[in-house]
Nanobody
């Protein structure tokens, strides 16, 4: 069982920055592909970014490419999402997810087995 706890959300003005963190329990964090997703009420959960086990490969949704950066620190069992140049349309609940079964990063939420509780990010115009 893996427990994920997100932090770092809040209210930010358009053009600002926020860094989300996701702390994972367990001793095998370095063997998990990790991802960030987001969701707004009434819409499906949307892929944001993913990172492979060692942190050498990342992949982003087109809507955040060039503005968001996913990274991980396996020594701290933590994955991060640095969000810059935020836009009102980035407003959502952000979830981190772990995929122990995968050997490569994935954008498909069905391939992730464990999810955090989510953290709200609100971008005001």
């Amino acid at each position: 069982q893996v427990q994920l706890v997100e932090s770092g959300g809040g209210l930010v003005q358009a053009g600002g920055s926020v860094r989300l963190s996701c702390a994972a329990s367990g001793r095998t964090f370095s063997s998990y592909v990790m991802g960030w997703f987001r969701q707004v009420p009434g819409k499906e959960r949307e892929f944001v970014a993913t990172i492979n086990r060692g942190g050498s490969s990342t992949y982003y949704a087109d809507s955040v490419k060039g503005r968001f950066t996913i990274s991980r620190d396996n020594a701290k069992n933590t994955v991060y999402l640095q969000m810059n140049s935020l836009k009102p349309e980035d407003t959502a609940v952000y979830y981190c997810a772990a995929a122990p079964r995968l050997s490569a990063s994935s954008r498909y939420f069905s391939e992730y087995d464990y999810w955090g509780q989510g953290t709200q990010v609100t971008v005001s115009s």
